[in-house]
C-alpha cells in the first residue's frame, strides 16, 4: 500500500452468495488495478451465510491481501451487516455495493470524482430497475410517497444502499446504535453534503434474492417507526373525531327518545357502531405496540452483532472494534 493516497473501501454485505462472489471480484478487481490514485480495501461482511461463501471470501483474500473479510456470529440482516462493515472499515471513504452486482461497480470512479470535489454522500439513484417485479416497483413507490408524507427527513426515492460516503458521515452512523436500523433514512438524517448520480439498475447476475414480501413488510414498518410518531398522532385524532361523533350521536338518540318515546329496533346501528369502534382500538393498539416493542428492544442495549472472526484472526466477544 502506498502511504500517500487516499485509501477507499469497498463494503460488501453478502448472504449466501456463493455464485456471484467471484464475479464480483473480478470486476472490482478490474476497477482497482485501473484505479491507480487510490489505495482500495474490500471489505466483505459474510452474514452468517449457509452456503461456500465464506469460504470463497477466504479463498479470495489469499489471492489478493487488499481483500478483507469479516465473519459475523450469524445471520443478523442487511441493516446489521452493514453498520458492522462500516465499523471495521478503515478507509478515508467507504463505498457500500450489493454482492450481486445489481450496482455496476463501474460507477465508482465517478462517484469518487465528486467526492474529490467535496461531497460527503454520493449516492445513486436508479433510472430503471431491471428485473423487478411491476408489482415490487409500485409498492415500493407507494411506500416512499407514504413514509415522506410522515417525516420531515427527506427519504431518497429509486435509492438503495449503493453509495459513497465521507469518513465523517460514517463516523455519524457509527454513532446511532439503535438496533432495528433503517440505514436508508440514517443517510438522510446524518444531513452532510449530498450528490445523487443516475443508473439504470441491472437485474442480479446469479443466485436469489434475499428479500420477500415478509421481509420488505417489516422493512417498511421499521422505516416509518423509526422515522416518525405521526401513527401515534394520527390515532389520537381519529380519536378524537370518533368520540366527536359518538357524542353527536349520543345527542341525537336523547332527542329522539324524548321525542318518541322509546324505540326497541337499533340492532344493526349498535352492531355496527361497537364494530367500528372494536376496529379502530384494535388498529390504534396495533400502532401503539409497534412503538412500545421498539422501545423494549432499544431499552435492552444488546450489541448489535457479534464478530466471529476479522480476516485470520479470531474475535471473542468482541462486537465492536473501538
Ligand atoms: N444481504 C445480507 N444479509 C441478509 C440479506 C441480504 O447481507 O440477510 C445482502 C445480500 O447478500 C446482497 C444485499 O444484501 O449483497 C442485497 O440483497 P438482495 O440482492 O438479495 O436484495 P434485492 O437486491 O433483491 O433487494
Ligand atoms: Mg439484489
Redesign the pocket.
Known amino acids: 500500500m502506498e502511504e500517500n493516497k487516499k485509501l477507499v473501501t469497498i463494503l460488501?454485505?453478502?448472504?449466501n452468495?456463493e455464485a456471484v462472489l467471484p464475479m464480483l471480484y473480478d470486476r472490482l478487481k478490474a476497477l482497482m488495478d485501473a484505479n491507480t490514485a487510490y489505495n482500495f480495501e474490500v471489505l466483505l461482511v459474510n452474514?452468517g451465510s449457509k452456503d461456500k461463501t465464506f469460504s470463497i471470501m477466504q479463498e479470495l483474500r489469499s489471492k489478493d491481501k487488499r481483500i478483507n473479510y469479516l465473519n459475523l456470529s450469524r445471520?443478523f440482516?442487511?441493516e446489521t451487516?452493514m453498520i458492522a462493515g462500516l465499523d471495521y472499515a478503515k478507509g478515508d471513504c467507504v463505498i457500500i455495493i450489493?454482492?450481486?452486482l445489481?450496482d455496476p461497480p463501474e460507477l465508482i470512479p465517478e462517484m469518487l470524482q465528486y467526492w474529490e470535489q467535496g461531497y460527503d454522500d454520493v449516492y445513486a439513484k436508479r433510472k430503471s430497475r431491471k428485473g423487478e417485479t411491476w408489482l415490487k416497483k409500485f409498492t415500493s413507490k407507494m411506500y416512499y410517497k407514504v413514509l415522506q408524507s410522515m417525516t420531515k427527513v427527506e427519504i431518497q426515492k429509486d435509492t438503495g444502499d449503493f453509495r459513497l460516503l465521507d469518513r465523517r458521515c460514517v463516523e455519524a452512523l457509527k454513532q446511532i446504535r439503535e438496533s432495528q436500523r433503517y440505514t436508508k433514512g440514517l443517510f438522510s438524517w446524518i444531513g452532510y453534503n449530498k450528490k445523487e448520480i443516475l443508473y439504470d439498475r441491472d437485474p442480479?447476475a446469479a443466485g436469489q434474492?434475499?428479500?420477500n414480501y415478509r421481509n420488505l413488510v417489516n422493512l417498511s414498518i421499521d422505516g416509518i417507526t423509526s422515522f416518525t410518531t405521526s401513527p401515534l398522532r394520527w390515532s389520537a385524532i381519529l380519536g378524537i373525531l370518533v368520540s366527536l361523533a359518538g357524542f353527536i350521536y349520543m345527542l341525537v338518540i336523547i332527542i329522539k327518545t324524548l321525542v318518541n318515546g322509546v324505540e326497541v329496533p337499533g340492532y344493526a346501528s349498535t352492531m355496527v357502531v361497537i364494530l367500528f369502534l372494536g376496529g379502530v382500538q384494535l388498529i390504534f393498539l396495533g400502532v401503539i405496540g409497534e412503538y412500545l416493542g421498539r422501545a423494549f428492544y432499544e431499552t435492552k442495549g444488546r450489541p448489535l452483532y457479534f464478530i466471529e472472526r476479522y480476516n485470520e484472526e479470531k474475535e471473542t466477544n468482541l462486537s465492536l472494534k473501538k
Open positions: 460488501v454485505p453478502a448472504y452468495e452474514d445471520n440482516g442487511k451487516a450489493d454482492a450481486d445489481q442480479r434474492t434475499k428479500w
